[in-house]
Nanobody, 118 residues
Framework: QVQLVESGGGLVQAGGSLRLSCAASGNIVSTYVMGWYRQSTGKQRELVAAISSGGSRDYADSVKGRFTISRDNAKNMVYLQMNSLEAEDTAVYYC????????????WGQGTQVTVSS
């Protein structure tokens, strides 16, 4: 069973930066599609960024140029560097691991709160 544990959320002023971390159990970071999603109050959960096993990255239009997803295969960690934060970035951020290409299912972390004050 895959477990994902996020950390790094908190309160930051608009224009500031945060780095979210996701610790994964098992050797999955290099092979699964790893992603960050977010959900703000009253809205649906949305994809923020994802990185494939081949290293290609995908970003939501709203975060392009400000957020960067990366991974450390040796440490089984995935990161989301968030710069130039805006009030609209306030949400619970979730780490996601998609192993469906291997018929291994998909998994979610418990989420970490990011609050950006304007």
């Amino acid at each position: 069973q895959v477990q994902l544990v996020e950390s790094g959320g908190g309160l930051v002023q608009a224009g500031g930066s945060l780095r979210l971390s996701c610790a994964a159990s098992g050797n999955i970071v290099s092979t699964y599609v790893m992603g960050w999603y977010r959900q703000s109050t009253g809205k649906q959960r949305e994809l923020v960024a994802a990185i494939s096993s081949g290293g290609s990255r995908d970003y939501a239009d709203s975060v392009k140029g400000r957020f960067t997803i990366s991974r450390d295969n040796a440490k089984n960690m995935v990161y989301l560097q968030m710069n130039s934060l805006e009030a609209e970035d306030t949400a619970v951020y979730y780490c996601h691991a998609d192993g469906n290409a291997y018929y291994a299912g998909a998994y979610w972390g418990q989420g970490t709160q990011v609050t950006v004050s304007s």
